[in-house]
């Protein structure tokens, strides 16, 4: 009689934990924006919960877009987006790369990410206020524009608006459809969006930085201006929906900093700069083109300088806030997520190029270059020929060879374009 | 039980013989250890790169220097070597004119070399020389000290963006084995 008491009262508390597991799997969120509550199913990963862009991008009312070459996720609301690649914590809020404390996770379709990095990093870019409740997976929104009322007594509370209590059956709540399948429709709409659709030429240097100076005074920021505005003309003539846009167009500085930023900012598709290369021995010439160099170098660079901060904090005793760890780590690594499609265009330069202009092929490569390592987009540098060569200088000065070369690039852009997209058109019909 | 007594002091006076025999040999062998790079030999071999007559490849070259028993006098003699340029005539240098050394260190395993303001003025532009000037730098440091794995550039004392508007030279660089041709050029002396 014992046991079966025991037994019995062993199964109910049981259950009671089962029905109380069973109630916390939700994450309720309430959005004092559009005035609703919305329950959505969560999944756990080291003590932190998860849930699907696509019912977020629904909670927060933007458009999400899945490109499947570049296996990136963009939640678009106006002019403000957010770029998630799936397996990586990288993430692209507007022009800034942060980190998320875990790669977003494609789980039987869907991908996942923190709930934290929602509360984290969405009020910045969607322009709101999130606050979350881990205790009792509540998740509120609310405008920034908000004023809280100086009198507090008439104010009702969230729960008054949205009583959250289990017997009230008239409660405004939506309840989001899952479907089994990935979520990320691709529609030939969506294949537009990642169509290339904006061009930035950089020629290097300018103003006050002559780049490379040549025999007879022939100076590279004026070969390269020429070359590119050519260039410019001949994608704009060939190219008629792609925008192209110059870094420069005439004589004058432009820091270094600022060229990838505007590229970004304009929301580039394709990043070419233009330079011509010098050597210490005037007998070296020839083609090249740069792209960034693989990650397992910069990454290395970058934390051997995180390691060595950390430990002069150790031994300094500086306050932990005044170095940016994150800053230091992704310095460069924007790059890193469009490395192959870099090394494409690269590739398909160079050899366009050399065959069109009998040059001689010093082959494509890699370095830490400062106008690609923060593109958000396929990034290039063109060394299109040595201005410390005699030789050479006269030729990359003559308006044939400038013209020749312009035009090869173009083609090269052309080609690139027409690979690229015929790519994005498989992968879509395959899907 | 007087057995177990004395059984227990030969044990002592054992382990005390054995640890001064160790010790002895230790401290002795010590003492050979470090005569043999800094004392006796007056000058030394050090491997430097310079850049090859196509700007493709950089190039060991070995030198011969006065030895130093001081580990950052011995850098700074081997950079003080680089900018002096190569001695075979297919090779070019890969320092600016007039270029100096200003100060050497080393921290854990990065070697910071801080250079005069030349190295940036008169630096002569363009993708390769840039890339050969740091990865001389960067490869004839590494390579003629194991320990040290990465080097930081500096001039008149600061971190630089850059040398010549290309390369990202605001942290340290990594040894770069991909620019080095595997041919050697010996020594005119």
Known sequence: ?431 | MKIKKYGFFIIIISVLILIGTVLFFLTKEEKIKLKIPFITPKEIVVELYFSSKDAMYLVKEEHRIPASDNNLEHAKEIINELIQGPESKDLFPTIPEGTQIRELYFHKNTAYVDFSSELVKNHPGGSSAEIHTIFSIVNTLTSNFPKIKYVQILVEGREIDTIGGHIDTTLPFKQNLSLIQQKRVESRE
């Open chain 1, 1 to 431: 009689m014992r046991v079966l008491i025991s037994s019995i009262l062993i199964l109910s508390l049981l259950s009671i934990f089962y029905l109380e597991a069973n109630a916390n799997s939700v994450i309720t969120v309430i959005d004092n924006i559009h005035h609703r509550r919305i329950s959505l199913e969560y999944i756990t990963k080291d003590g932190e919960e998860l849930l699907s862009l696509s019912d977020i991008a629904k909670v927060f009312k933007a458009v999400s877009q899945w490109n499947p070459i570049t296996k990136k996720i963009v939640l678009t609301k106006g002019k403000d987006f957010i770029t998630f690649n799936i397996g990586s914590a990288l993430v692209q809020v507007n022009n800034q790369t942060v980190l998320m404390d875990m790669p977003a996770e494609l789980v039987t379709g869907r991908v996942f990410i923190p709930v934290k990095f929602v509360k984290d990093k969405f009020p910045q870019a969607f322009n709101v206020i999130v606050s979350w409740d881990k205790i009792n997976k509540k998740l509120t929104i609310d405008n920034k524009e908000f004023n809280p009322p100086v009198s507090l007594t008439n104010t009702p509370t969230v729960e008054e608006y949205f009583p959250l209590s289990s017997t009230g059956t008239e409660e405004p709540e939506e309840k989001l459809q899952h479907g089994t399948k990935t979520p990320f429709i691709i529609s030939g709409t969506i294949t537009e969006k990642f169509k290339i659709k904006t061009i930035i030429i950089d020629p290097g240097h300018g103003g006050k930085d002559p780049g490379a100076v040549g025999k007879h005074g022939i100076l590279e920021k004026d070969v390269v201006l020429a070359m590119a505005k050519r260039l410019a003309q001949l994608l704009i003539n060939r190219l008629k929906d792609v925008k192209i846009l110059l870094t420069r167009d005439s004589d004058y500085f432009v820091p270094l900093r600022e060229r990838t930023g505007f590229a970004n900012y304009k929301k580039g598709d394709l990043f070419i700069s233009i330079h011509a290369n010098a050597a210490f021995s005037s007998y070296a010439s020839g083609f090249e083109v740069y792209y960034l160099s693989p990650e397992s170098d910069e990454k290395a660079r970058a934390l051997a300088a995180v390691e060595n901060k950390v430990l002069d904090l150790e031994e300094e005793k500086i306050p932990s806030k005044e170095i940016d760890y994150t800053q230091l780590i992704l310095g460069g690594l924007a790059q890193q997520e469009f490395i192959d499609e870099s090394i494409e265009l690269a590739g398909i330069i160079q050899n366009t190029v050399c065959e069109r202009l009998q040059l001689e092929d010093r082959g494509i490569k890699s370095a830490f270059f400062w106008v690609i390592k923060d593109a958000m987009m396929p990034a290039v540098l063109i060394e299109t020929g040595f201005i410390s060569n005699p030789y050479e200088a006269e030729k990359l000065n003559s308006e044939d060879f400038k013209d020749k070369m312009a035009q090869a690039i173009c083609e090269a852009i052309v080609e690139y374009k027409s690979l690229y997209e015929q790519k994005l058109e498989v992968n879509n019909n395959e899907d």
